[in-house]
């Protein structure tokens, strides 16, 4: 079927938000966008004419897409290498989608993505089209064929799965700043006791090397264990000179709606790690190194002004 330029508008205008649930429901930028290209797919093979509300339309032809793709990851993900963390989003990405309650916000930090994964994908749907995207139940079961008490229950499982993960409180944008920038100096230092006040007792440090750069399989936990791994990152040495191939130039950032070190070499972008800060300090570190998870990364750093880095480790 040829679409008319209404039609074409009328995809283009939900395209953000389809991307947005899709990045939210999938983890991945690259996965997101090959859902959406399918979703205007069957968009274009459909008898438009005849859908009555398109927005409700491509949002369940969207989620069915989506719903499929994370049977197939979970299968995916037992074999990856590693562990497993989210394709960041940088300040500015327009697939970060709606921020303007805090439930929106934390919907895509990497701490609520890496829950996500532990609930089964009825409930990541629910949680994500309503907590993020505000759908009512009634929508949410038209769009998952069930009925809305069974939305409601899905959504309160997966509600108690996220609190139960997450009991801290993140501190505003100012205070995480200063904490970032006193971390960077402590780390820069060489000295680990400096690092081990930032951090809270229990912090963790997870990295996602994805099988092509090196990074542990476990995470680092423990003031003391993070404060060490933060403390040989951060110090210029040649084995991280030959590991890094060049001067690694780091810069404060925003990933994800948290504060961020992105560190990139010669202008492509290596590492993003989000910070998670709260009251008590620096509860944890998630650094995305997979090369195949930071090519969008690479190209939104490369159309933007960031100006002078914070730290070069030569």
């Not at 968009?43 to 069915?64: C, F, G, H, Y």
């Not at 810069?251 to 972008?269: C, I, K, M």
Request: glycine share 6%.
């Amino acid at each position: 079927m040829v679409l008319t330029g209404n039609q074409i508008d009328l995809f283009e205008a939900a395209m953000p938000r389809l991307k947005a649930i899709a990045y939210r429901l999938l983890g991945s930028a690259s996965d997101a966008e090959d859902a959406v290209q399918d979703t205007f797919l069957r968009w274009q093979s459909a008898d438009v004419d005849r859908i009555e509300v398109p927005e409700a339309w491509l949002t369940k032809v969207l989620t069915n897409l989506c719903l499929n793709q994370l049977t197939s990851a979970r299968a995916r993900r037992e074999t990856y290498v590693g562990q497993w963390l989210p394709e960041p989003l940088l300040a500015g990405d327009p697939m970060l989608g709606p921020a303007d309650t805090v439930e929106q916000r934390e919907s895509v930090s990497f701490a609520v993505l890496a829950l996500l994964e532990r609930l089964s994908p009825d409930e990541r749907v629910v949680y994500v089209l309503r907590e993020a995207f505000g759908y009512p139940h009634r929508r949410i079961a038209e769009i998952l064929d069930a009925t809305e008490s069974a939305s409601q229950q899905l959504f309160h499982r997966a509600k108690k799965h996220i609190a139960e993960g997450r009991t801290r409180t993140e501190i505003d944008e100012a205070a995480a700043r200063r904490i970032v920038d006193e971390f960077l100096t402590a780390a820069a230092s060489g000295r680990t006791e400096p690092l081990v006040r930032l951090l809270t007792a229990d912090a963790v440090a997870i990295g996602d090397g994805g099988g092509k750069v090196p990074a542990r399989t476990r995470p680092f936990e423990g003031a003391v264990a993070v404060a060490k791994f933060m403390r040989s990152l951060f110090t210029p040495n040649q084995a991280a000179r030959n590991l890094l191939g060049g001067t690694a130039e780091i810069h404060v950032s925003y990933a994800n709606g948290l504060p961020a070190l992105v560190v990139t070499v010669d202008g492509r972008v290596i590492g993003v790690m989000c910070l998670e800060i709260t009251t008590d300090g620096i509860a944890a570190f998630r650094n995305q190194a997979n090369p195949d998870k930071l090519e969008r990364a690479t190209r939104q750093w490369a159309a933007t002004d960031h100006g002078e880095p914070a730290l070069r480790i030569n």
